[in-house]
């Protein structure tokens, strides 16, 4: 979470005020961004800049696997990930684990209001193909989505070959976060894992990232999608305003900076492994 920025939105019209069990939610029209939401405070989506976030979380982890058929979404309370999943024709089934109550209107979609980490616990082993975490910054009872348990339980709900796709923060601001959030996922995922990110200029430094993982199984190339959108049935009948095959290769082209620090956490998990070994 960023403690040092500020940004300032001009509010044309207040078009929904309200408090949920959980949160208070606003909704206003501003002057450049469009619609914007805000959740206790904080700006969490732009109606000018959303569909970059939106489409990356969603279609880097199901265009990296073939065909992927189950899939869950942590959060998500705008709909946006939905939105973007449903392009996948091969998606039968959508599970969205939110904690705040929304509406939601596809017959693919199964909305489970719950705790995210109980629901994982209770998910049987190997259900899914691909799960989403489109979480809040990691504070207050969000904090433990960044943490080991809660990746070990999401590692044992993906079958095997499974992907995940973590929102993980800004790489100018939360480096240490991201080195953190890379060890333990090495840890725990037995397969792939890598970092992507995406331009989303009202976010704090005008960026976002995300985490990609896949558990051990058939291997997953993050960098070289198979499932490319642009041959998928449908899938373009509304015109995508940001992903497409050569953004999601870009996307995992990292700044010299964050090369170096990423390659410090694969650099120390190769010699505790050989220490290891060595006993």
Same mark, same amino acid.
């Not at 959508?94 to 995210?116: G, S």
């Given at each position: 979470?960023?403690?040092?920025?500020?940004?300032?939105?001009?509010?044309?019209?207040?078009?929904?005020?309200? #408090?949920?069990?959980?949160?208070?939610?606003?909704?206003?029209?501003?002057?450049?961004?469009?619609?914007?939401?805000? %959740?206790?405070?904080?700006?969490?989506?732009?109606?000018?800049?959303?569909?970059?976030?939106?489409?990356?979380?969603?279609?880097?982890?199901?265009?990296?696997?073939?065909?992927?058929? +189950?899939?869950?979404?942590?959060?998500?309370?705008?709909?946006?990930?939905?939105?973007?999943?449903?392009?996948?024709?091969?998606?039968?089934? @959508?599970?969205?684990? !939110?904690?705040? #109550?929304?509406?939601?209107?596809?017959?693919?979609?199964?909305? *489970?209001?719950?705790?995210? +980490?109980?629901?994982?616990?209770?998910?049987?082993?190997?259900?899914?193909?691909?799960?989403?975490?489109?979480?809040?910054?990691?504070?207050?009872?969000?904090?433990? %989505?960044?943490?080991?348990?809660?990746?070990?339980? @999401?590692?044992?709900?993906?079958?095997?070959?499974?992907?995940?796709?973590?929102?993980? !923060?800004?790489?100018?601001?939360? +480096?240490?976060?991201?080195?953190?959030? @890379?060890?333990?996922?090495?840890?725990?995922?037995?397969?792939?894992?890598?970092?992507?990110?995406?331009?989303?200029?009202?976010?704090?430094?005008?960026? @976002?990232?995300?985490?990609?993982?896949?558990?051990?199984?058939?291997?997953?190339?993050?960098?070289?999608?198979?499932?490319?959108?642009?041959?998928? !049935?449908?899938?373009?009948?509304?015109?995508? #305003?940001?992903?497409?095959?050569?953004? *999601?290769?870009?996307?995992?082209?990292?700044?010299?900076?964050?090369?170096?620090?990423?390659?410090?956490?694969?650099?120390?998990?190769?010699?505790?492994?050989?220490?290891?070994?060595?006993?």
């Amino acid at each position: 979470m960023s403690v040092c920025e500020a940004r300032s939105l001009k509010v044309e019209n207040i078009l929904y005020r309200g #408090k949920s069990e959980f949160q208070e939610i606003l909704v206003f029209e501003s002057s450049i961004y469009g619609k914007v939401l805000v %959740l206790d405070g904080l700006v969490q989506l732009r109606e000018k800049d959303e569909s970059a976030y939106q489409e990356m979380i969603a279609h880097l982890p199901l265009c990296s696997i073939p065909s992927p058929k +189950t899939v869950l979404v942590v959060g998500g309370v705008d709909g946006g990930v939905l939105r973007e999943v449903s392009r996948h024709p091969s998606v039968e089934h @959508i599970d969205i684990c !939110e904690i705040d #109550k929304m509406v939601i209107d596809d017959p693919r979609v199964h909305l *489970h209001i719950a705790d995210a +980490t109980e629901f994982l616990r209770l998910a049987p082993e190997g259900k899914y193909d691909a799960v989403i975490v489109d979480s809040s910054d990691p504070v207050g009872p969000a904090q433990e %989505l960044v943490e080991k348990p809660f990746f070990e339980t @999401i590692a044992r709900a993906l079958r095997p070959g499974g992907v995940l796709c973590n929102m993980a !923060e800004s790489m100018w601001l939360h +480096t240490h976060l991201i080195q953190d959030l @890379i060890s333990v996922c090495h840890q725990t995922f037995k397969g792939s894992v890598e970092y992507a990110w995406a331009s989303v200029p009202t976010y704090p430094s005008g960026v @976002i990232g995300f985490l990609l993982c896949s558990t051990a199984g058939p291997p997953v190339d993050f960098k070289n999608p198979v499932n490319s959108i642009e041959k998928l !049935e449908g899938a373009l009948l509304r015109e995508l #305003k940001f992903y497409n095959s050569e953004m *999601h290769s870009a996307a995992l082209v990292l700044p010299s900076f964050l090369r170096r620090e990423v390659s410090e956490v694969n650099l120390q998990r190769r010699q505790d492994k050989s220490a290891r070994s060595s006993y």
